[in-house]
Structure formats: structure tokens, C-alpha cells
Nanobody
Framework: VQLQASGGGLVQAGGSLRLSCAAS????????IGWFRQAPGKEREFVAA????????RYADSVKGRFTISRDNAKNTVYLQMNSLKPEDTADYYC????????????????????WGRGTLVTVSS
């Protein structure tokens, strides 16, 4: 599966953005999808993940209550709605796919994901 993240941009603190992760290839609905981010000079970190059906989600503590992950399998797309953005949310955001068709994996761990898309840059100004 090939992934393409989009929707990044420049926004003021307190604002909102919605990122999209569009997938091509077969069996998109068989993949768990995760969002990660990487700020300059920092390690890539987990943001959120969603199960194949969309029924299970997980969030990093730093974004819980502000970000919402969702998916539309008919459109082969996963979304990350980001509200109440903070300057510390500034980073390149990446989506990734895990090919295990169940939630039995370490969703917060980068090495658990089989496919990665290019990032989309989110910049939050203070």
C-alpha cells in the first residue's frame, strides 16, 4: 500500500487543521493506520492510531482531547483532526500502515508499521 499525507500548513496557536492520509493499493481496510510526527532535531514520535474498522483508537497523552483520528474505508483515507493547536505541535506529520488485520500490535512503536508515506509539515505560530 502507498500512503500520501496532506493538509499541513501554517496556523496560529489555538487554530485547527485536518490532515488526510490517502492510500492506494489493495485491502486498505485491512491495515491499522498510525500518525507520527517529527520536530526538528527530535525523534519521530507517536501521535495517534486507528484500527482497521475504526472502532479502536489510541492517542499520545500530549494530544489527547485535542486530536481525533478517523477513517473512511470507502475513500481509502484516514484523517487527523487537530484542534487547539500549540506551537509544540509544529512538526512533519507522517502516516503509516500496519498490515496485521487486528489490533494485536504495539501501535505506538514505529517499527510495527510496514509502510510509510511522506510527511506533511504543520507549523503552529505563537
Amino acid at each position: 500500500v502507498q500512503l500520501q499525507a496532506s493538509g499541513g500548513g501554517l496556523v496560529q496557536a489555538g487554530g485547527s487543521l485536518r490532515l488526510s492520509c490517502a492510500a492506494s493499493g489493495r485491502s486498505f481496510s485491512s491495515y491499522n493506520i498510525g500518525w507520527f510526527r517529527q520536530a526538528p532535531g527530535k525523534e519521530r514520535e507517536f501521535v495517534a492510531a486507528i484500527s482497521v474498522s475504526g472502532g479502536t483508537t489510541r492517542y499520545a497523552d500530549s494530544v489527547k482531547g485535542r486530536f481525533t483520528i478517523s477513517r473512511d474505508n470507502a475513500k481509502n483515507t484516514v484523517y487527523l483532526q487537530m484542534n487547539s493547536l500549540k506551537p509544540e505541535d509544529t512538526a512533519d506529520y507522517y502516516c503509516a500502515a500496519n498490515g496485521r488485520a487486528s489490533w494485536r500490535f504495539r501501535s505506538t512503536v514505529r517499527s510495527e508499521y510496514d509502510y510509510w508515506g511522506r510527511g506533511t509539515l504543520v507549523t503552529v505560530s505563537s
